[in-house]
């Protein structure tokens, strides 16, 4: 009988995983945008950056297990998620992230934004993921705008320069008022016009 009393208290003493009390919940939850905020997705090909979020607790830890929902607009600019959905539901990994993998861009060009709601053991949070969906076509355009401003500085540096030197030229004395050639480029009488390289 004695033994028995002592086995029993030693298997009372040992922590058993049901026996064991659970995870203190969190106070307040924090969703921290990771990635995907301020992406410009491409229509033309139907790509679009992931949104991450990382979920963490008043102390800044992450949270694993949490449960966050990523929804989108269900008119205007947006997409959707696999099969047609506007909605993902994904459970936070060991260090706390959720990804809305399969994410792709609708027809719709302009702003939007991916509405994320966050919930563990009945605390919740919510943010907002801004991204915008836009043609290539229209990003190379202004891609081109931006090459051919840099063109206009670099041909009117070179231009400068080049009439810089055809005054040193003059006032020394050498007769020669003609300014040293830069190779590819050509200065002419005439309306001029400048343009992206070909």
Do not use: C, W
């Not at 053991?121 to 836009?134: F, K, L, M």
């Amino acid at each position: 009988m004695r033994r028995l009393s002592v086995l029993l208290a030693v298997l009372i003493a040992l922590p058993f995983p049901g026996l064991m009390p659970a995870q203190d919940a969190p106070r307040q939850l924090n969703l921290v945008i990771v990635e995907g905020d301020g992406a410009i997705n491409n229509i033309r090909q139907r790509t679009a950056r992931a949104p991450i979020v990382q979920v963490e607790d008043e102390n800044h830890k992450p949270v694993a297990g949490a449960v966050v929902v990523f929804a989108l607009p269900s008119e205007g600019a947006g997409g959707t998620f696999a099969e047609g959905a506007r909605t993902l539901t994904v459970i936070t990994d060991n260090q706390g992230r959720a990804v809305a993998t399969g994410l792709r861009p609708n027809g719709v060009s302009g702003q939007f934004q991916i509405h994320v709601t966050a919930s563990y053991r009945g605390s919740t949070a919510n943010t907002q993921i801004g991204q915008t969906n836009a043609a290539a076509a229209g990003a190379g355009a202004a891609a081109g705008a931006g090459i051919s401003t840099k063109l206009i500085i670099i041909l009117a540096a070179v231009a400068g320069a080049a009439a810089g030197g055809a005054i040193i030229a003059t006032r020394s004395g050498s007769g020669n008022a003609s300014p040293p050639p830069v190779p590819g480029v050509t200065i002419a009488p005439g309306t001029g016009t400048v343009g992206p390289p070909r």
